[in-house]
């Protein structure tokens, strides 16, 4: 099956430093892709939905200016958290979906988990 | 809004028994996926099984069944013979293909007992 990467799979950054996670689709061509947030015993909660080439689609309450989404080709989508700040330790898990809207089967990443001193 | 609710957060199953997980969602709309992903220590989601809405036929793969009730929109998991590999967090989901977002339930853990 389709593979979806993340990396990297462990980053601890120190408070006010921002910090890079990188969700690549390595077999196909990912339109879209979908950043989460899975906070310790809970469920994912989708942030934002990404598109190739176009600004990416921001869940309510997610701020866009902390947490910015880049899709800049169709194989790779970064998360930027900026200022990271303790509460934004957390583990983050990308999917992505190649072909159209509604067909494609989604692929998940193994996830990141960050941690904020 | 759509919903996804699971109301067991926790179930144990004794190894080779049947466990059937519970799930209901609430929605308007009329062209969706349903979906069981599970979620072991490691973190990575691994798909079980999907349904499409308008298919009247439950899913089935291998040792895992749903139990589809659209008008009651119902849509339990039926893990059979279970194993000590079954043990995972287990996560209910909706996906509406408008736009292919992805609404996920709480999670049921489930314990297999040896």
């Known amino acids: 099956g389709a593979v979806v990467s993340q990396h990297p799979s462990r980053v601890i950054c120190k408070s006010g430093t921002s910090v890079k996670i990188e969700c690549r689709s390595l077999?196909?061509?990912?339109?879209?892709m979908f950043w989460y947030r899975q906070f310790p015993k809970q469920s994912l909660m989708l942030m934002a939905t990404?598109?190739?080439?176009?600004?990416?689609?921001?869940e309510q309450g997610v701020e866009k200016d902390k947490f910015l989404i880049n899709h800049a080709s169709l194989t790779l989508s970064t998360l930027t958290v900026t200022s990271a700040h303790p509460e934004d330790s957390s583990f983050y898990i990308c999917?992505?979906?190649?072909?159209?809207?509604?067909?494609?089967?989604?692929?998940f990443g193994e996830g990141s988990r960050l941690t904020v001193l | 809004a759509q919903t996804v609710t699971q109301s067991q957060p926790e179930m144990s199953v004794q190894e080779a028994e049947t466990v059937t997980l519970s799930c209901t969602y609430d929605?308007?709309?009329?062209?969706?996926?349903l979906f069981w992903y599970k979620q072991p220590p490691s973190r990575q989601m691994i798909l079980v099984i999907r349904?499409?809405?308008?298919?009247?036929q439950n899913a089935t793969e291998n040792r895992f069944s749903v139990n589809f009730q659209k008008a009651a929109k119902s849509f339990s998991l039926k893990i059979s013979d279970s194993q000590l590999g079954d043990a995972a967090m287990y996560f209910c989901?909706?996906?509406?293909?408008?736009?292919?977002?992805?609404?996920f339930g709480k999670g049921t853990r489930l314990h297999i007992l040896p």
């Open positions: 999917s992505a979906r190649g072909g159209a809207v509604g067909t494609g089967e989604l692929f």
């Open positions: 077999d196909f061509q990912a339109t879209t």
């Open positions: 990404s598109n190739e080439g176009s600004k990416a689609t921001y």
């Open positions: 929605t308007s709309e009329s062209d969706y996926y």
């Open positions: 349904q499409e809405a308008y298919k009247q």
């Open positions: 989901a909706y996906r509406r293909n408008r736009d292919d977002k992805i609404i």
